[in-house]
């Protein structure tokens, strides 16, 4: 298990935004917790010095491909790109540098999974290019997929058989617990638990995270097998919870206990 960085580009711009007032029909609503003024190279040289592989790229609505091809620029092959990925975009963003492209909304129509599209996927870029983003949001006592930058519920949950079945397309999967993603008051404990004991590749939660502390609740929660991202908790977006010189620490002890 360890930290996995992230790199959130709206508007051109490195931001870390409040996941739940993402909305096209009330821009008004969004809630920006940090701004940077530095491009995305400087985030992804960061974390090249570091080798923090993995980390993903991601576009919030369109506009924003120079500024991710400036980070993958700055680490070909160490960074994942998402964020309006379909059949007609993939293969080039691979040829740009990306590591794997990561996909949710593409595979998604009216709330139904078409298993079609993300074959079309792994034929086009190969399973260990394919990264499924399964961010969440929760309903009643259920974690449902939501697409279109968390938006709109599908009729998916994330049970073992749904972990199970998509785990033959991807290599990976990403998870935003979007109810809590950008808020820093701690993590979705149930998710964790679920992914840690149900996923069978690779899983990266991302929602909630405030402090250092969340890496080892994650670590123990998700049975030493999901990596977590921290965002707007981390100082090098603003944040006050957790300093990057903590989750290189983290990385590093992770590694040596292996």
């Not at 960074?79 to 993939?90: H, Y």
């Not at 090098?236 to 990057?244: Q, W």
């Amino acid at each position: 298990m360890k930290f996995r960085p992230c790199i959130d580009i709206h508007g051109g711009r490195v931001k870390q935004i409040v996941g739940s007032t993402l909305s096209d029909t009330s821009p008004e609503t969004l809630t920006e917790n940090f701004v940077s003024e530095k491009p995305p190279s400087w985030f992804a040289t960061l974390f090249r010095k570091y080798d923090m592989r993995g980390g993903h790229v991601i576009m919030l609505g369109p506009g924003n491909e120079d500024a991710a091809r400036n980070a993958l620029e700055a680490w070909p092959g160490g960074l994942q790109v998402g964020g309006g990925i379909t059949d007609r975009n993939a293969e080039g963003w691979i040829q740009a540098g990306a590591e794997a492209v990561i996909v949710t909304s593409w595979c998604f129509s009216n709330g139904e999974m078409l298993l079609e599209r993300i074959e079309r996927l792994r034929q086009l870029v190969g399973r260990e290019h394919l990264v499924l983003d399964l961010s969440c949001r929760q309903k009643g006592d259920d974690y449902y997929i939501v697409t279109d930058r968390w938006q709109n519920f599908t009729n998916v949950k994330i049970i073992p058989e749904t972990l199970e079945e998509l785990s033959a397309y991807c290599f990976e999967f990403l998870i935003h617990a979007a109810d809590v993603e950008g808020k820093c008051r701690g993590i979705e404990k149930n998710l964790v638990k679920m992914l840690g004991k149900w996923s069978p590749i690779p899983t990266t939660y991302a929602g909630g995270a405030r402090s250092v502390e969340d890496l080892y609740l994650v670590q123990e929660l998700g049975r030493d097998r999901i990596d977590l991202t921290i965002g707007s908790a981390l100082d090098i977006f603003g944040g006050t919870g957790v300093t990057f010189d903590e989750v290189v620490a983290f990385n590093r002890e992770a590694g040596s206990e292996k």
